[in-house]
């Protein structure tokens, strides 16, 4: 079972870090954008290559890639989105649990399949919210634990 979730993940990180990739390039090459949003498309070109490489190295079975992949999986569980800071990434799918910050928090489900998406902003919603891609913390428990 182990191997074919391992599989599975793989797919998932090389499919979406090659989907990311391309979207980060064409975002660059745009060029509609200066300062802090071109830097925050080299981050992405960055992050979705290492989710892509450590995928490959996943799906060969190379210690490497089970080290890289925990990390990719890591930074893609964490959803932070207040009216100072924004943080999300996702790569392949994700099924995202958040709760709203306001007088009365609300609870919130959203999932998404060969999907990839990159955030990092000084500012977001005025409602801020908090959350986790529950399935980047499965597939973190799967590559950590499941050895």
């Known amino acids: 079972m182990h191997s074919f ?3 599975v993940i793989a797919v998932f990180e090389i499919a979406g870090g090659l989907f990311g990739l391309v979207h980060q390039f064409d975002r660059l090459l745009g060029g509609r954008f200066g300062g802090v949003d071109a ?3 080299v981050l992405g070109v960055l992050l979705f290559a290492f989710i892509l490489v450590a995928g490959v190295l996943l799906a060969g079975n190379d ?7 925990i990390w990719a999986q890591f930074l893609q569980a964490p ?7 924004s943080y999300a990434l996702s790569s392949g799918a994700y099924a995202n649990l958040s709760m709203t910050l306001q007088h ?6 959203d999932w998404a399949v060969a999907e990839h998406g990159w955030l990092l ?3 977001g919603p005025s ?3 908090i959350g ?4 980047a913390l499965a597939s973190w428990l799967v590559l950590r634990f499941g050895r």
């Open 5 to 7: 979730l391992t599989r």
């Open 39 to 41: 830097i925050v498309a």
């Open 63 to 69: 210690a490497r890639g089970t080290s890289m992949s």
């Open 79 to 85: 959803l932070v989105a207040t009216p100072f800071f």
């Open 104 to 109: 009365s928090p609300r609870l919130g489900f």
């Open 121 to 123: 902003a000084l500012g």
């Open 127 to 129: 409602a801020a919210h």
């Open 132 to 135: 986790i891609n529950l399935l």
